[in-house]
């Protein structure tokens, strides 16, 4: 290993919250406990915390400095003119409609972007973007290029639009049946791969010659700029904040969970740049969120916003992150366990089909491997397969996605390489007695996004 394949930790730290490893007797009433989900572990017994990078951020001086700084009136904050102008300035939309975090800002664009029956394209399904796309009667296409759905192809910006399969969708089905293009950077459920400037532009191309419209799902867009800067011809000496503003200059607007690349704990976005969307969307946002000038978030919560996405663009935050989370994947490679390849931005998949081939996909093998390895280390990591899926909304039927995954995800300036190694060391022991993990069946399913809250019991 190179020293500096994996920069240390670009900070100090000046406050700490102590974590505890509870036994494995504990652990094993508390799974149970938990129907298996780790979804419903409580967090007091969970040792490294993998669930998701989503709201789980630490927050720099500066931030908690600038939450003494809230401005908590009703109307008017200054905080939220400070984050329209960071936000204009950084992304480059003209304007922005402030939600209490991702969802909201998909729940606004979707009401006001689709008529019952129309398309949107997108790279590969989010659950809860895929969720208010179907509940305002859209239908989801998946237009993401073919190796994004095989675990093991290693291939670079895997996250891609396949323009082809684009093209296709507006030949049958015809432009003015195509709500709009949703273009996430970087895919989560693909493994947090990256999409290409190129193909942001060729997405950006085709799809004004039918004068369809193009929002991004800007979740992750500084990881995503990163790999633009690290593997992108023409990238290597632009700072990341150029990236970026170039990635979004090709779009009509976006929708922004800032509880990841903001690195703040709650709240959300929504930027377009037509004004009458706009106006529509400032009179939804009245109605689920609140106030335009705050939509859900407090005064304090919209400067800290302002401050950590300022931050997330200092180039050894960004190269830190994504090399930490590759430290990890590259540890559990050399170990020869499966994983989503190559290793994406925010987690490390480990490929449950290949972990537990034993299992059919319906004994739902990654949500039973997420629960073994809290049993075996007190780790918490996330199911992302059949069971996040869940049902087609006509046939009643599960989606049967290709990638059956368990997602340990890397919260964003939180854990050190020395916790990243003992995640690694504890997938390494599960997977020597891999045989021993069992099937699950449901005895709980909620209807909607129904992974958050399920209830199994093992079988056999
Ligand atoms: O959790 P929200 O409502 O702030 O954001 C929803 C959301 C939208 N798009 C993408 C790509 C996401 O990853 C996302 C939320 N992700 C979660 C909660 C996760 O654990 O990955």
Request: hydrophobic share 40%; charged share 25%.
């Amino acid at each position: 290993m190179n020293l500096f394949d994996y920069p240390a930790e670009p900070f100090r730290i000046k406050s700490v919250e102590p974590v505890r490893m509870i036994s494995r007797e504990e652990r094993e009433k508390v799974i149970k406990a938990a129907g298996f989900n780790t979804f419903l572990i409580p967090s007091d017994d969970v040792y490294i915390d993998l669930l998701t990078d989503s709201g789980t951020n630490a927050m720099s001086d500066r931030q908690w400095a600038g939450m003494m700084m809230g401005d908590e009136a009703y109307a008017g904050s200054r905080n939220f003119l400070h984050l329209e102008e960071t936000v204009r300035e950084l992304f480059g939309f003209r304007y922005l409609v402030p939600t209490h975090q991702g969802r909201g800002a998909e729940n606004l664009l979707s009401q006001i972007a689709i008529r019952p029956g129309q398309y949107i394209p997108g790279n590969m399904y989010f659950t809860t973007t895929r969720y208010h796309q179907e509940r305002n009667g859209g239908i989801f296409a998946d237009v993401i290029r073919d190796e994004a759905h095989e675990a093991s192809l290693s291939v670079p910006f895997k996250g891609n639009i396949d323009l082809h399969k684009l093209q296709r969708l507006i030949n049958e089905k015809g432009a003015e049946n195509i709500a709009y293009v949703c273009l996430a950077v970087t895919v989560n459920l693909a493994g947090g791969q990256p999409v290409s400037m190129r193909n942001i532009r060729e997405v950006r191309e085709l799809t004004a010659r039918y004068g369809i419209k193009l929002f991004f799902d800007a979740t992750r867009c500084v990881e995503n700029a990163y790999f633009i800067r690290e593997q992108e011809e023409g990238y290597a000496d632009k700072p990341i904040a150029d990236i970026v503003r170039e990635m979004f200059s090709y779009g009509d607007g976006c929708t922004m969970s800032g509880k990841k690349d903001c690195l703040v704990n709650i709240g959300g976005f929504l930027c377009l740049n037509d004004e009458e969307l706009f106006s529509q969307a400032k009179e939804l946002v009245v109605v689920y969120e609140g106030m335009p000038s705050y939509g859900g978030m407090a005064g304090r919560d919209m400067e800290a916003m302002a401050i950590g996405l300022r931050e997330s663009m200092q180039f050894e935050y960004i190269e830190h992150r994504v090399k930490q989370v590759r430290y990890l994947g590259n540890r559990l490679l050399e170990a020869g366990i499966p994983i989503i390849e190559p290793i994406g931005g925010h987690a490390v998949f480990l490929d449950a089909r290949r972990f537990c081939p034993h299992l059919t996909q319906e004994q739902f093998p990654a949500q039973s491997l997420a629960a073994s390895l809290y049993l075996e280390s007190g780790v918490r990591s996330m199911e992302r397969g059949i069971v996040s899926a869940g049902r087609d909304q006509h046939t009643g039927d599960h989606h049967h996605p290709k990638l059956e995954t368990v997602r340990l995800t890397i919260p964003r300036r939180v854990y050190t390489y020395r916790h990243m190694d003992i995640v690694a060391d504890a997938v390494i022991s599960l997977y020597q007695k891999r045989q021993h993990i069992k099937g699950l069946r449901f005895v709980y399913e909620p209807k909607q996004l129904r992974f958050f809250t399920a209830r199994f019991e093992e079988i056999g």
